[in-house]
T-cell receptor
Framework: SAVISQKPSRDICQRGTSLTIQCQVDSQVTMMFWYRQQPGQSLTLIATANQGSEATYESGFVIDKFPISRPNLTFSTLTVSNMSPEDSSIYLC???????????FGSGTRLTVV | DAKTTQPPSMDCAEGRAANLPCNHSTISGNEYVYWYRQIHSQGPQYIIHGLKNNETNEMASLIITEDRKSSTLILPHATLRDTAVYYCIVRKTGANNLFFGTGTRLTVIP
């Protein structure tokens, strides 16, 4: 299955600033997915990122707050903009790893906004 | 995607089988049942999936009832490293993403 490298693994940021999270995959994939996991909660899908097109956002998430880039088939970034303490969460990227392996997830970025 | 219902928590003695239930009574014919687990501070890990037949791999077995309205994930010999949150997810064929429920927090007790 695919191997995902996600950076940074954690960060503490000041409110009002922005953080860009990187997701690198060791193989070419069509779709990459970004999830948010708030403290003590399950995962919520933020958006789906296709190479060469605009990301598709789920209800409750907007591009101005969570801009996504997908410059090639192995890389994507998620930016958390104008952060507030409510954005403190773990952010994870994921790719489809083929029918036999389901989906592979990165280890996540633990973001704390102070 | 069909909604799933899981108990919020379960305990299991080390070395015994852990049986994790999941209800998905509104599942439709083209939806698969997936199981993932999330060990503390890690991303979710794929365990197993199935459509209507029982499945087994090196990690676990998946038992799906004949009417497909429920399933059970079986870890045959639970170890302390199996302590995690286990998610049962129903996904349509061809769907591109996963929708996670609240999961079951399994604690394996020495």
């Amino acid at each position: 299955s695919a191997v995902i490298s996600q950076k940074p693994s954690r960060d503490i940021c000041q409110r009002g600033t922005s953080l860009t999270i990187q997701c690198q995959v060791d193989s070419q994939v069509t779709m990459m997915f970004w999830y948010r996991q708030q403290p003590g909660q399950s995962l919520t899908l933020i958006a789906t990122a296709n190479q060469g097109s605009e990301a598709t956002y789920e209800s409750g998430f907007v591009i101005d707050k969570f801009p996504i880039s997908r410059p090639n088939l192995t890389f994507s970034t998620l930016t958390v903009s104008n952060m507030s303490p409510e954005d403190s969460s773990i952010y994870l990227c994921s790719v489809a790893a083929g029918t036999n392996y389901g989906y592979t997830f990165g280890s996540g970025t633990r973001l704390t906004v102070v | 995607d069909a909604k799933t219902t899981q108990p919020p928590s379960m305990d299991c003695a080390e070395g015994r089988a852990a049986n994790l239930p999941c209800n998905h009574s509104t599942i439709s014919g083209n939806e698969y049942v997936y199981w993932y687990r999330q060990i503390h501070s890690q991303g979710p890990q794929y365990i197993i999936h199935g459509l209507k037949n029982n499945e087994t791999n090196e990690m676990a077995s998946l038992i799906i009832t004949e009417d497909r309205k429920s399933s059970t994930l079986i870890l045959p010999h639970a170890t302390l490293r199996d302590t995690a949150v286990y998610y049962c997810i129903v996904r349509k064929t061809g769907a591109n993403n996963l929708f996670f429920g609240t999961g079951t927090r399994l604690t394996v007790i020495p």
